[in-house]
């Protein structure tokens, strides 16, 4: 076997973990190196790079018949960064310790991406009737970014796939869903001015404070009487503050903050419906009518006969936003995928988003599937690992699925 042609899924998978990927940085060369794993294999690929950037790209490739429906296995290559997490191991390279491999990416998604390749190896010396299809992205950590660029370049894809499956990590459970997913950015304007004068001035930073206060209200009503989507860990649309930044020092009056906040949806529920609820509670605290209101109404009421600066509403900007994935328990999207896993395996909604719902906007008959090795609550966190057995899994399932294509 030649050196360029890995020998199994977790020899691929040790050598991606040693490419690091951060999301926003390159990650040509883990797209280079996959490549030459399927030219190794007589596979031939299509690099779909970002307009503005061409070192960070999406890969395509399909072995088998094109004429024909067949699957696709979906997953990114970008990882979340390290920094200021308290790593025991080398976080950019593979350390295998008690039946698990550690690295940045071994759950989140590189285990996957390493099956998905070494499967479409061995696909490529069997005899298809239907194709296999595989599509790794760059930047989806923050929206599904760089799929997007993969997708446009895929419109005209015909025909369209009889399923898709996302291989996040899901314990190899079949994922039918996840909540969309609007994030905002919202910067709040006031006026600079020395401290001992605050009063006469517009605190941004008081402004900001509106607007999370409103955030918190939102995030009251939906639980106590939004809509329901069971099969969630949160079965109903969450309202959640990320970051805010604003002032310069504690002697001035704040000119600008800056919030960011995000809405995961059930699909019941409207994302700009919901941001116009918390905008309309934020002007109605910052005009003081409801109780609880902001500092400048407070100052009024102490000195009626200043005249206070009005604030001006914060201004909001839509940053990114994704839709959900439904698919029906029932379908027989579902009853395929289940039939290459073993007997009973249950299905489940996932709490983190996916280039799934993409992908269904994409091709609106294909069914779209998260099924992957790992946990996701392992993702993201110092010392992130996958199971050796299941990266054993993720190949035995996709072993079935070859059988099904031949």
């Not at 106590?224 to 009056?253: C, F, Q, S």
Request: proline share 7%; with cysteine.
């Amino acid at each position: 076997m030649s050196p360029a042609l890995p020998a199994s899924s977790l020899a691929l998978l040790r050598e991606l973990l040693a490419i690091p990927s951060v999301t926003l940085t390159p990650n040509k060369a883990l797209i280079e190196r996959v490549q030459a794993v399927l030219a190794e294999a007589g596979i031939a690929s299509t690099i779909v790079a970002d307009p503005q950037d061409e070192r960070r790209c999406n890969l395509f490739a399909t072995v088998g018949p094109k004429d024909v429906p067949g699957v696709v296995l979906s997953g990114h290559t970008d990882v979340v960064p390290v920094e200021g997490q308290p790593w025991t191991v080398p976080p950019f390279a593979a350390t295998e310790r008690d039946g698990r491999i550690y690295g940045r990416g071994s759950a989140d998604m590189k285990g996957f991406v390493a099956c998905a390749v070494m499967a479409m190896v061995r696909a490529a010396a069997l005899p298809l009737k239907r194709p296999l299809h595989v599509a790794l992205s760059f930047d989806e950590e923050i929206g599904c970014v760089g799929v997007r660029h993969l997708i446009r370049a895929l419109e005209h894809m015909k025909p369209a796939p009889t399923l898709c499956v996302v291989g996040e990590p899901t314990l190899m459970k079949i994922g039918t869903g996840h909540k969309g997913k609007a994030a905002y950015r919202a910067l709040c304007c006031g006026q600079a001015g020395h401290s001992g004068l605050a009063p006469r001035f517009v605190n941004a930073i008081h402004t900001a404070a509106d607007l999370v206060s409103a955030l918190r209200d939102v995030q009251r009503e939906l639980a106590e009487d939004g809509p329901r989507e069971e099969g969630y860990a949160i079965p109903y649309t969450t309202v959640h503050a990320g970051t805010i930044k604003g002032g310069t020092a504690l002697n001035i009056v704040p000119a600008q903050c800056e919030v960011n906040f995000e809405i995961r949806n059930v699909a019941q529920d409207d994302p700009a419906q919901i941001l116009a609820r918390v905008l309309a509670l934020t002007q109605t605290r910052m005009r003081g009518v409801q109780a609880g209101s902001n500092s400048q109404s407070e100052a009024q009421a102490a000195a009626p006969s200043l005249d206070l600066p009005q604030a001006a509403a914060p201004t909001i900007d839509l940053v990114n936003t994704y839709p959900g994935l439904a698919t029906a328990d029932d379908s027989p999207g579902v009853q395929l995928l289940s039939s290459w896993l073993p007997p009973g395996t249950p299905l489940t909604k996932v709490a983190f988003g996916t280039e799934g719902g993409l992908f269904k906007q994409q091709w609106r008959d294909t069914a779209v599937l998260v099924c992957g090795p790992g946990s996701i609550e392992v993702a993201h966190k110092a010392d992130e690992y996958v199971e050796i057995t299941q990266i054993e899994a993720c190949d035995a399932m996709l072993e079935r699925l070859t059988a099904y294509l031949v």
